[in-house]
Each structure stands twice: as C-alpha cells, then as structure tokens.
T-cell receptor
C-alpha cells in the first residue's frame, strides 16, 4: 500500500523568507502523480502544485516550487518570499497513474508565517 | 473556472434529524467525491461517483447516503447521525479519462462544517 509521510507537524517562517516543507512517499509504482494542497483556516483545500512522476523537471507555480527526487521518493515544497496568506495546513498527496485509486494524503504540516 | 460549491456552509443537527449536503460543479467533470475531515487530520475518502454511478464506497455507515442526480450535482443525505460524525465534509470533482479511469487532479469545494448534537 502506498503511504505518504510528512515528518514536520509544524513549521514557521518569517515573512519574505523561504521555507521548505518535506514529504516522502512509498510506492512500488513507476507512474504516479504527486500534489501539494493548501488548507487555510477557511478550510478549503486548494491545489498548490502537481508533479507527474515521468517528468524530470521540477514543477513550479509562481513562488511555489518542488524538489522531486524520484529515486529517493522525496517531494518537498519550497515557498519563496513567504506571505502572511501562505499560513495554512499543507498536505502532500499521492495518486498512482492508473485505475480508480483514491488520493493518499500525508498528515499535514501546519505553516505559520511571522510578520 | 475551477469552482466547486457546497451548501450549506454550516449545519447543526440532532441525532434524529434528516438533512442533506449539496455539492455542485460546472467544470464538466464526470467524477465527484465526498470526503470527511476531522480537525487537524487529512481528508478521508467516503464515496466516489463516476458518470453518475457509485464506483467507490469506503465502507461508510449507512446513515450516510450519497446521491448523484446528474453530472453536476452530488448530494449526501444524513440520517440518525452520531456526535462523532461531526466534521468538515468536503466535496471534490475531477475529470474522467477515456477508458474510465479517474483523472488525477481533484478540485475541492469549501466544505460543510457539520455539528451533530
């Protein structure tokens, strides 16, 4: 069974600084997708970024980028120029490429941004 | 437009009440999902509908009854709930690929916060 591990329950960062959230996963599949979702206090889950396992290039979305290390099964999220609005719970998630399998979520990392 | 809407935003109900949660999307997605999320925990999948047919039921108690009347709407009917069912209920949708497998990216609604007294 696939598992997703987020080893940092809580993180904090100063406004305008850079922070990296870690995520590791376990799978025997070669084709899959990885996601970072953000859930602010309003509780809506917002897709931040996604990565296809077959792509070597790391995905980026504005201030958000990932470091995808397929061999190490690592998928970290870097937030640059952190803003107060980035404060949220961040969930790493995995889904294999084929079939009707559900998303597998990590337990989440709560990010605080300090003004 | 990547919007999934859910109503109501908040719901308080007694254990003998019957209520329904509603979810709507107009992205043309043919798969819709219900998740339950307790505080400080990740979402837990409850049901998946694909082409208006129930394709995944994660052993959810029968007091939760999903319904997909059309490709844009998903309901969750609630009856005789317990206090431990209090949670945030999230709806999500995704596309379905040719061949019927679920497209990987899910878009979530804002959720309904349910309190069972």
């Amino acid at each position: 069974a696939q598992t997703v591990t987020q080893s940092q329950p809580e993180m904090s960062v100063q406004e305008a600084e850079t922070v990296t959230l870690s995520c590791t996963y376990d799978t025997s599949e070669s084709d899959y997708y990885l996601f970072w979702y953000k859930q602010p206090p309003s509780r809506q889950m917002i897709l931040v970024i996604r990565q296809e396992a077959y792509k070597q290039q790391n995905a980026t979305e504005n201030r958000f980028s990932v470091n995808f290390q397929k061999a190490a099964k690592s998928f970290s999220l870097k937030i640059s120029d952190s803003q107060l609005g980035d404060a949220a719970m961040y969930f790493c998630a995995y889904r294999r490429e084929s079939g009707n399998t559900p998303l597998v979520f990590g337990k989440g990392t709560r990010l605080s941004v300090i003004a | 437009d990547t919007e999934v809407t859910q109503t109501p935003k908040h719901l308080v109900m007694g254990m003998t009440n019957k209520k329904s949660l509603k979810c709507e999307q107009h992205m043309g997605h043919r798969a819709m999902y219900w998740y339950k999320q307790k505080a400080k925990k990740p979402p837990e999948l409850m049901f998946v509908y694909s082409y208006e047919k129930l394709s995944i039921n994660e052993s959810v108690p029968s007091r939760f009854s999903p319904e997909c009347p059309n490709s844009s709407l998903l309901n969750l009917h609630l009856h005789a709930l317990q206090p431990e069912d209090s949670a945030l209920y999230l709806c999500a949708s995704s596309q379905v690929r040719g061949g019927g497998s679920l497209q990987e990216t899910q878009y979530f609604g804002p959720g309904t916060r349910l309190l069972v007294l």
